[in-house]
């Protein structure tokens, strides 16, 4: 299913369906997406403070995100001719390939073990912030082609519940087997918090976004 026709514009149920609206909800979806996962990121590990100014901006200054952004957005113009589908799994590749190039500078230039690059909120919770907006875009383009938009919120606010609950997983994890985040002279304020705990409230969040899955299933079926 392509979304564009002369010129890129398809009427569905007198709502057009346009080349740039695809790609401004996505691009908008990942960035809600990539807060979301940090914010959750940092209640996994136990820091929720944030003291300084521009503290917050700064936990989203990363390599794989500023990557993903610029191609994305040049991608979703360039292959604007083709497919949907065929642009979301260029997209996706483009989130693999920067998760690939932050594990590498992470690896080699900040010397960081293995089980510290991978347990970042940006790095392979990043595939998970892009997939989110890939499914929530996806979805959205489907019911404006049938004519409706019954089920989009239901199907973000569960997409929503789930990438809060992977961010929580992997600060949980983060501080089970590596121990929570420092940057060098940084002074520590991680409340003592229990892994278990942080898994547990995780568990939770991911079993809310699939009630709100197969809500939205049974609703649209």
Same mark, same amino acid.
């Given at each position: 299913? @392509? ?25 908008? @979806? ?18 929720? $403070? %944030?003291? /300084? ?9 990363? $390599?794989?995100? &500023? ?11 360039? +292959?604007?001719?083709? @497919? =949907? ?6 997209? %996706?590749? &483009?989130?693999?390939?920067? &998760?690939?190039? @932050?594990? &590498? ?12 690059? +991978? ?6 919770? %990043? +595939? ?7 499914? %929530? ?5 489907? /019911?404006?082609? #049938? ?16 990438? $809060?609950?992977?961010? =929580?997983? =992997?600060?949980?994890? #983060? ?32 079993? =809310? ?11 649209? #079926?």
């Amino acid at each position: 299913m @392509s979304d564009d026709a002369a010129p890129s514009t398809i009427p569905v149920g007198g709502m057009p369906t346009r080349s740039g609206s695809v790609a401004r909800v996505l691009l908008l @979806s990942a960035l809600v997406s990539l807060a979301i996962m940090g914010l959750a990121f940092q209640l996994g590990v136990g820091d929720t $403070v %944030f003291a /300084r100014p521009g503290e917050l901006m700064l936990l989203y200054i990363d $390599v794989a995100p &500023v990557l993903w952004f610029a191609a994305a957005a040049v991608l979703l113009s360039v +292959l604007r001719w083709q @497919s =949907i589908d065929q642009r979301f799994r260029w997209v %996706f590749l &483009v989130a693999i390939v920067a &998760v690939i190039v @932050s594990l &590498v500078v992470r690896l080699t230039v900040l010397q960081q073990s293995v089980i510290v690059a +991978l347990l970042e909120p940006f790095t392979v919770g %990043f +595939l998970a912030v892009v997939g989110a907006a890939i499914l %929530f875009t996806r979805t959205r383009v489907r /019911r404006l082609a #049938r004519g409706t938009e019954a089920g989009i919120t239901i199907t973000g606010i569960g997409l929503g519940f789930a990438v $809060v609950g992977l961010g =929580i997983a =992997i600060g949980a994890l #983060r501080v089970a087997l590596a121990g929570p985040p420092g940057p060098p002279g940084a002074v520590t304020r991680y409340i003592e918090t229990s892994p278990t705990t942080g898994l547990l409230v995780a568990a939770t969040m991911l079993m =809310i976004a699939g009630l709100f899955w197969l809500t939205d299933r049974t609703r649209n #079926r």
